[in-house]
């Protein structure tokens, strides 16, 4: 795999360094300019709003007075002293940890069966996952609160018939901890297509020949996967890791959805939740932005090893 | 090859089980749609409604502005994707195959981005809007508007989604393109396009569904009765006093699941497999 | 090649759907912007027709622009509207989200105009009470809601009840009669009520004498763990754990939906207690449905309902009150009120009340104290949270004790 580039990288350079070389010097930036243009131009102000924010009083008459008043590190310090921040942190790093290891490794198996089902079987799957991709997720919530009805709902229903125990009138949302396990197993459900189908096209790129090689030569699949297959989809699947870490600490919808606004409680608070408890339903402006700003410090901390091993990977040796 | 049928029986029915269990829910809502309101509350299940009814469906049809909201969700999802694409793809290929200074720290950028918890922002984006700096114009309550944001939201992630596949890429065929003498960035849209094409079309789905299915910005910022977004008119369904209609929620929520399923099996054919076999050998 | 091909017509399609849609500004002729909870889209369309017809005929040159809101997120789209400057002409508020509005400065004063508004001199006190802030007038009544019992006759008659009951022990023995007559359907209990249904569970703390809160020496003071509040509270775990589903304990008043009681025959329950539209939506048990109102433990009277509601407020930033005013009063005349009342809302007004049992609940009904930060005590599910405790097993005067904490905290907010 390596013999070509070696051959390239001793070829001695054929061109001196001319205008030419410059102007394909300024190729690179020319390319990313659109993207930081229209982040800049989007996201700019706004963030710079939102920094300001978080060192004012900004409730309901700030708002409609619109001025503010500066109070420092009031809001930080508030919410860095308020045991609810760290029990919703805790909470919601674990919640992250088991929903991010379930949707990557369920995503990845699925993909790999993907590849070595019959070719019907794989349309079907893959119809099938995105039919569970498209669903918004306001309508899955929906559907999980039928499914889970305590009255009327199919799960009870099937589990009770299937002789699993008695879930007859079983609430599924009992406790916090139960509470948060459905939203997992809507979290992850919904997760799983991008996953799988994601890391399905990452495999395209495996060179075949090479796997035909490695069976051929009497390798097992896990030793397949490892040797050949992981090299190929490692950075595919750092990406999406950390994509997932990103996605489901900052989960909103599903959770505050699923749980329903009327049995929201510190107990089950989520980071996105919370949020938007004290920013939008207590209407504390300046104490949100703290907290929004607070949980990309703490995002950034959890997603830091991952980052680092995607950049490392990222160094191409020219 | 005639070991290879077992086997792949096997898997195949494995494959069957992951798609019932996952697909089951798709199912429920898909069967509930065509249940009448007694099915739909009975005591005990029905799970193919022996006698279906279309009632929820043309229920759903003609609840003002359906196809109204599905055209607009349509405009802006599209425009959003499509400018997202072009840009992400640029920016992906520069971090993905350049060696230059600031690109550690664009990278910073482009994490840094996604990790901005979205729903803290809903009010200083809406005051921008409202009042773009320098443009002075309005665009709350305009589709540009909606598209503004989503394109923001989609655009990091899609970035740093395409890097990942293009670095997947085996650097033989880069070398093969280059040494035919053409321009770098020329040999990369000869060469890698074609190569990228499945990570650009799942990358360019999940841009679309997240668009789709959006619903806190789209709620926020278009107000106007048939000038909203899908997903504003189904949460009509659930937002008011009075009890959930589900059989009409159901069948709303299958009605819209249609057009990004079409969307998807019309580009599904770019995600195949062992698309790099007959480059390599040559 | 294709797919440069592709990709430009993409940014060509992008390009021109931005041109089209900044170009195509609204014409800024006259418009008033109202926002209404989306439960008048489906539960009343023609009453808002009428009096947008009737405005735009009183005022010529005037288009009404109706954006139909949900209860989830109105709040915070008022709060972007108010932030930039774009706030609608005029607003539906819940009735227990007034006070917080109106502490801010977010509404106008309509003190001066209030004889403008149809039957003013005849308001619900509840709805008014939620619409005055210190002496001011900013909002108008719109319509109420009461709560009652919605039961299937058949199924009471089977057991031998004709005659709703007329005290809280009569309705006791009645369900147990129910009850011993429904066979061979798992699960069934003769009444539905949900266990944090705060709306209808205060309903015997006030029965009791007890209330939420108080305000003296000029704080709030949570009033739940007062002895006459514990009462009532205990009557009502009694009431509860005796007749209704013990799997409902901690479910809210959304689940249960009329069809717990309709659904099917005879249904998981054969009675529930509910907004009064719940006869609605009977299906096939038209013929069978009754309604009373839930009676108090003192026979011969009923219990205080909850009075829900909503009023409409004039945002101060708002720059066409005039006309803004002017829609109100037309909405909100008798004609409109009246149909409001047919399809089973409480009108604003006592002289338009018919005798229905849903009036006669709202003539006697108790309110949220007027705080500025009830919301936040609503919002934080206090009292749903000592509910699900108290029927969970929570001693009721250690639960009741933990909310009053939790709402002099958040009550005495500056």
Known sequence: ?318 | MSRRLPRKLGWNVVGIGVFVVMAFPVFWMISTAFKSNEQINSLTPTWFPLHPTLANFTGAIHKPYFADDLINTAIVVLAAVGIAMVLAFLAAVALAKYRFRGRKLFVVLIIGVQMIPGIGLIIPLYVMLADVPVLGINLVGKLTGLIVVYVSSVLAFSVWTLRGFLLGIPKELEEAAMVDGSTRFGAFVRILLPLVAPGLVATSVFAFITCWNEYIFANLLLQQQGHQTITVWLAEYTGGETYTDWGGLMAASTLIAVPVVIFFLLVQRKIAFGLTTGAVKG | MRYRVIAAAIAALALGVVVATTASASTKSHTLVVWLQVDAKTGWPKVVANATAAFKKANPGWNVNVQYQTWGTHLQNFDAAIAGNNVPDVIEMGNTEMTKYMAAGAFANLTSYKGKFANSSHWLTGLTNSSTYNGKLEGVPYYAGSRLVTYRTDLFSQAGVTKPPTSLAALETDLGKVGSKVTGVPGFTPFYMAGTDWYSALSFVFDYGGSIATFSKGKWVGQLASTKSVAGLTAYKQFFLGYSPHSAATLDEANPAPYTVYGANPGRAAAIFGPGWYSCCTGNYKNVTGQFLMPSHVPGQHMTSWLGGSDLGVPKQGHQQAQARSWISFFTNSANEKALQKVGNVPNATNLFDNSLNDQAAKKSWFVPTAKHWVDVESGNVIRHMLANILTGTPVKQAAQQADASMNNLLNQP
């Open chain 1, 1 to 318: 795999m390596g013999a070509a580039a070696e051959a390239v990288s001793t070829r001695p350079r054929r061109r001196p360094l001319t205008w030419r070389r410059t102007r394909r010097g300024a190729v690179p930036y020319l390319l990313i300019l659109p993207v930081i243009a229209v982040l800049a131009a989007i996201l700019g102000y706004p963030l710079y709003q939102l920094v300001q924010l978080a060192f004012q009083r900004y409730q309901l008459p700030e708002l409609i007075a619109h001025k503010g008043i500066y109070v420092g590190l009031a809001n930080f310090s508030s919410v860095l002293h308020d045991g609810v921040f760290w029990h919703t942190l805790g909470r919601t790093v674990a919640f992250t940890t088991v929903n991010v290891g379930l949707t990557i490794v369920l995503g990845t198996l699925m993909a790999l069966l993907l590849v070595r089902v019959s070719t019907w079987v794989r349309i079907l799957i893959t119809v099938g996952l995105v039919l569970v991709w498209s669903m918004p997720p306001v309508v899955s919530v929906q559907v999980w609160i039928w499914m889970t009805d305590v009255q009327n709902g199919v799960l009870n229903y099937v589990l009770t018939e299937l002789h699993f125990g008695n879930y007859f009138q079983h609430n599924w949302f009992a406790s916090p901890f139960s509470e948060l396990a459905m939203v997992t197993s809507l979290v992850v459900w919904g997760g799983l297509p991008f996953v799988a189908i994601t890391v399905y096209a990452a495999l395209s790129q495996v060179p075949h020949e090479l796997m035909e090689a490695a069976r051929i030569d009497g390798a097992r699949a896990w030793q397949i996967f490892k040797d050949v297959t992981l090299p190929v989809i490692q950075p595919v699947l750092l990406i999406l890791t950390s994509l997932s870490i990103l996605w489901d600490f900052g989960v909103f919808t599903q959770a505050y959805l699923l749980i329903g606004q009327a049995h929201i409680l510190p107990s089950n608070y989520l980071m996105s939740v919370y949020l938007w408890e004290e920013a939008y339903y207590k209407n504390d402006y300046g104490l949100g932005a703290a907290i929004s700003i607070l949980m990309l410090a703490a995002v950034a901390i959890l997603s830091f090893v991952y980052v680092r091993r995607m950049l490392k990977i990222g160094e191409v040796d020219r």
